[in-house]
């Protein structure tokens, strides 16, 4: 049994992580509501209070990113830079701050998303902030010291979802929460490192 942290536990794809990981001690965080900690992903001294006041952890899994949508001309910067800031490097942050904290042979597992193998109208920055994410993991996975496994899960959208997003994703077959959470549970308890584990229909 490992003690895993979740970020973002309250929302549909936290509640598909957890689903997954029934075997193990969770710690609960996000940025409100009841959960063991509050955490905002895009301040590093929050991820700092966070992984200080939990202490002892074996993983950390993110299942959050906030995007801003709209369609590339429409664009500004300031939409293009929420989304890098939370989505990007917001995950960033929760590895090379934690890199530092995290048991010896412990684990990441960021959150990406189909939308940058499978791009919809509107969503230009979440699509490119994904694919960064699972470049990251790729490439990172050869540099984490101590044995410190990382990796991806990049989902199609979660029939659990599916009344919010999808009117946007017309031809797309949503997979249960059930399919994904088998996902975090390989990413957590395996031993792969550097995997961008795909969950679509």
Known sequence: MKTVIVIGALGKMGQAA???LKNH???????SGEVDHIVDITDEQSIINLYEQVGHFDAVVNTVGYCEYATFDEMSESQWMTTVT???????NLVRIGQRYIAE???FTLISGILNVKPIPMAIAD???SGAIDTFVKCVAYELPRGI?????NPTVLEEAWAVYGEMMPGFQPVPSALVGKAFERSVA???????LFVDA
Request: cysteine-free.
């Open 149 to 153: 496994r990382i990796n991806a899960i």
């Open 190 to 196: 395996g031993f792969i490192t550097g995997e961008v």
């Open 86 to 92: 939370s989505k990007m490097m917001g995950q960033i």
């Open 105 to 107: 042979g412990g684990s």
């Open 25 to 31: 001690k969770v710690i609960t965080a996000g940025r």
């Open 127 to 129: 699509a490119t902030t």
């Open 18 to 20: 957890l689903s997954g």
